[in-house]
């Protein structure tokens, strides 16, 4: 089983930056994705940022140019880094991991809050 905590959500305003962490913990498969989802009041759960464990990167339209996706895979973290955030960037944003093994495994986290202020 892994476990993924969040953190530093909060408020910035915009034009702002904010880094996001996600810590695992548990057993990690070698051959992995993880990934920043975030979900807006209204809208779906989209996928913004995603880093496999090869280090190959992607981004939604949206965040690209704006966002960062990194992994530390000794410290067992993960993080987001967002630059000039919008106000419509403002979301729950959730930590997820993929692992492959004998069958597919699937985690979340709990999600942080993060509000961009016009």
């Known amino acids: 089983q892994v476990q993924l905590v969040e953190s530093g959500g909060g408020l910035v305003q915009a034009g702002g930056s904010l880094r996001l962490s996600c810590a695992t913990s548990g057993s990690i498969f070698s051959r992995n994705f993880m990934g920043w989802y975030r979900q807006a009041p209204g809208k779906q759960r989209e996928l913004v940022a995603g880093?496999?464990?090869?280090?190959?990167?992607s981004y939604a339209d949206s965040v690209k140019g704006r966002f960062i996706i990194s992994r530390d895979n000794a410290k067992n973290m993960m993080y987001l880094q967002m630059n000039s955030l919008k106000p419509e960037d403002t979301a729950v944003y959730y930590c997820t991991y993929t692992g492959w093994g004998p069958d597919e495994y699937n985690y979340w986290g709990r999600g942080t809050q993060v509000t961009v202020s016009s």
């Open positions: 880093i496999y464990s090869g280090g190959s990167t």
